[in-house]
């Protein structure tokens, strides 16, 4: 079986701890902060720069919550139309763009270098505007010797969609303005105490590597918690954000301090290239990427197909969990036929685990036995 997240246990047990993870922030960024979640940072990033009632140009093609710390702080967060390759539509962003629009933001899509960077930048400058490098899918890639998410002038990425922590981000400050007016919150920094969340996430961690050697006791207790059958109800983007207002938590400190990025860059390429393999061979599933370049540290697998549902449930039957199509749009976006490029990528794009507890050979073993 595939699980969709690396194991609290399998990485206590087996990590080699070479290098920290302070060292290699450290080589590549210059301020740094730590938060609870990416957003959390996009907040206190922008929270100095900006006054309310000035907008930010965002993607449209972008999980529902991350327009929240924007509201938060009294802006509007205005969506831009996105190109087919992910690049974002630089005519559609100069249409609306204006003099009260502080920040636009960029998005280094499931851990690769956002295609159209150049351009975009030069655009932003010319509005005298500031970047956001939102890197939450990509805290280990490197792309030409610089970290993604420390181009703009100020960046964010999220630890804990890459480790097995119950939650951590870093806000990258690379400029000195964005330095001097940094207003960091209360929920800035780490917590100084062990919580109830941690303990609850090591309690899940248990009982998720104890399911998981038996399928069927899974799938009945999943059943039983979700509520069987029914789709388990999800809280409204501003809920979420405000849940998500914390200090990284003292468990995930811990854990990430310790963290090697080369080796979790390593495996999860071994990984990326494994599903490539088969997706290769596969008619109607398009890998999103041509290529995975140096330095890059894939979030996941992520294939464009015209049948989604019939690939997860294949997946599904391979035995690979927590397949799933990417993201869940604002429906700002999805009403908007401005948004039709995002509206079907978001429709289409199904993300596959690559994550540095899998081993490639049962990757391969799923190509074996999918029916496509
Ligand atoms: C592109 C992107 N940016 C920002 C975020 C927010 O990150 P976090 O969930 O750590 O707040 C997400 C979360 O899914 C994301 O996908």
Request: hydrophobic fraction near 40%; charged fraction near 25%; aromatic fraction near 8%.
């Amino acid at each position: 079986m595939i699980r969709d997240a690396p194991s609290l246990f399998v990485w206590s047990l087996s990590e080699q701890r070479l290098s920290s993870f302070d060292a290699f922030l450290e080589h590549y960024a210059t301020t740094v902060v730590f938060y609870g979640s990416g957003k959390a940072a996009l907040r206190d990033g922008l929270a100095g720069l900006v006054e309310p009632g000035q907008n930010v140009l965002i993607p449209a093609y972008l999980p529902d919550a991350v327009a929240e710390p924007f509201h938060d702080l009294g802006l509007e967060a205005r969506y831009y139309a996105i190109q087919e390759n992910l690049a974002p539509d630089l005519a559609d962003i100069e249409r609306r763009i204006d003099d009260e629009t502080a920040a636009v933001m960029s998005v280094n899509y499931f851990g690769f270098p956002q295609p159209g960077l150049e351009e975009f930048v030069s655009l932003v400058d010319e509005y005298d505007c500031y970047h956001i490098d939102d890197n939450a899918h990509g805290p280990f890639s490197v792309d030409n010797g610089t970290l993604l998410g420390t181009r703009g002038s100020l960046g964010v990425t999220s630890l804990w969609k890459l480790l097995p922590i119950p939650n951590g981000a870093v806000l990258y400050c690379n400029d000195d303005d964005v330095v001097d007016r940094l207003e960091p919150s209360s929920f800035a920094g780490v917590s100084d105490r062990v919580t109830v969340s941690d303990c609850h996430f090591v309690l899940k961690s248990v009982l998720v590597d104890l399911l998981s050697a038996n399928p069927t006791v899974r799938r009945s207790v999943t059943d039983l918690v979700t509520g069987r059958g029914r789709a388990p109800s999800i809280p409204n983007p501003a809920d979420r954000y405000e849940a998500d207002k914390v200090p990284m938590s003292k468990l995930s400190s811990h854990v990430v301090e310790d963290v090697n990025p080369s080796a979790i860059r390593d495996s999860r390429r071994s990984n990326y290239r494994a599903w490539r393999r088969i997706f290769d061979a596969v008619d109607d599933v398009e890998p999103l990427f041509e290529s995975l370049p140096r330095g890059i540290c894939p979030q996941v697998f992520p294939v464009r197909t015209p049948t989604p549902q019939r690939l997860l449930a294949e997946l599904e039957r391979c035995g690979v969990t927590g397949g799933h199509t990417w993201p869940r749009l604002s429906s700002t976006v999805t009403e908007d036929p401005a948004y039709e490029v995002s509206t079907n990528l978001a429709r289409e794009v199904v993300v596959l685990p690559v994550h540095q507890h899998i081993d490639p050979s049962s990757i391969d073993a799923v190509g074996d036995r999918l029916r496509w």
